[in-house]
């Protein structure tokens, strides 16, 4: 909701594709998140962004390797930095900026398929929960950006809308997020 309010051109154009989905029904639901290409995209490059936990949770080498030139013994404990791998300038183009648009055309897939995008782990030591976690959020965008308009409080401006995070196993905001829902009346 954050890179939304900040990028308000970004909100309407997420709202109109609900919104024309949603039509007299006023709401979505399962069945209707695979019709909202936009909706997909914006969640996955929250995730790209903003994973849910940056460090995956730590595994430990079974031998000796090699990995661009580092020797890691065997026994090691290793964790998998997926915020760094999210904004790696090598993979990614404007890697700090959030930009929906460049999953509209693209394969990746923050479910544990592609090591380029892993906020929920890789392969088969993915989080088994990732099913359900991505049609929650999904689902729960879809529908409070399709009921509501959303504003700034009274005397705060778009700049005033900061990123930092609280240190911790997981990301949380370190300033809440304040906003106000306007009910959109048809």
Known sequence: MASLVKKP???????????????????????????????????????????????????????????????????????????????????????????????????????????????FGFGRRRCPGIGMAMAEMELALANVVCKFDWELPVGMKEEDIDFEVLPGITMHKKNALRLLPKLVIA
């Open 9 to 119: 051109l970004l909100m309407k154009k997420l709202q109109a594709e609900i919104r024309q989905l949603a039509g007299e029904k006023k709401l979505i639901d399962e069945k209707d998140i695979e019709k909202l290409p936009y909706l997909r995209a914006v969640v996955k490059e929250s995730l790209r962004l903003y994973p849910p936990a940056p460090l995956l949770v730590p595994r430990e080498t079974t031998k000796k390797c090699s990995i661009n030139g580092y020797e890691i013994e065997g026994g090691s404990t290793v964790y998998v930095n997926a915020w760094a791998i999210a904004r790696d300038p090598a993979m990614w183009d404007n890697e700090d900026e959030f930009l929906p648009e460049r999953f509209l055309e693209s394969d990746l897939d923050p479910r544990g398929q592609t090591p380029e995008l892993i906020p």
